[in-house]
Each structure stands twice: as C-alpha cells, then as structure tokens.
C-alpha cells in the first residue's frame, strides 16, 4: 500500500498507518495459523487449528477491507478499467462481507475453538 500510495502515505494520519501496521501483522498470524491447520490435517484432533485459522482469515481480510475504504475514501467505491485498482476493493469488502458466512460463520468457530480450549471434543 506504501508504494501504490508514494507520497500520499506520508499524508496520511498517524492512526491509519498504525492500523496498516495492525494489519500486516495480522495478516503474518492469519498465515501461520492457516500453514499450522496445513500440517495438522491428518490429525483429527485438529479441528480447533483449522477453526482458529478461518476466524483469523475471515476478520482479517475484513480488517483490510475496510482499512482500503478508510484510505481512500468514496474513490473505493468506484469500479472499472478507470477505477483505483480496477474496482477490486469494492470487489474485496463485498467477498470479506460474505466471508463470514462461508466460513461457517465466526460465532461458530469461536464455539468449537473454546469448546477445544476447555477439553470438550465432540
């Protein structure tokens, strides 16, 4: 996002840049924890890893989604060959929106990421 911006990333406010900074690392657990269920996969006691990865994905790509709006403001919105990025942030918040679902819903996630926490395996 730093170089697409160039010089307008230092025009930004302070609190924006923490909040990329937020989500960058994020989005580094997102990814350990999705390489973590990888691995597990042949395990069947792993279902807690594979639940914490979706919730980590799911609310960070709607961390980022919603940072891009925040960054650029209404000209997210636009779409087209034209458009900043080619309409792929609006594209973007609408498929994190729809994540949630897909994923099984967080609140669901969570359920079975603590039933595994407290040792109550189903």
Known sequence: MQS????????????????????????????????????????????????????????????????????????ALDSGASSALHGAIEDHWRYAQAATVASGTIEVQRMLVARDALGEHR
């Open 4 to 75: 697409e911006l160039g010089e307008k990333w230092d025009e930004l406010p302070e609190s924006l840049r923490a909040r990329w900074v937020r989500a960058l690392v994020d989005l580094r657990v997102a990814r350990l924890l999705a390489y973590r269920a990888v691995s597990l996969q042949d395990d069947p006691s792993a279902g807690a890893a594979a639940s914490a990865a979706r919730i980590a994905t799911t609310t960070c790509d709607q961390q980022v989604a919603e940072l891009l709006f925040d960054v650029l403001g209404p000209v």
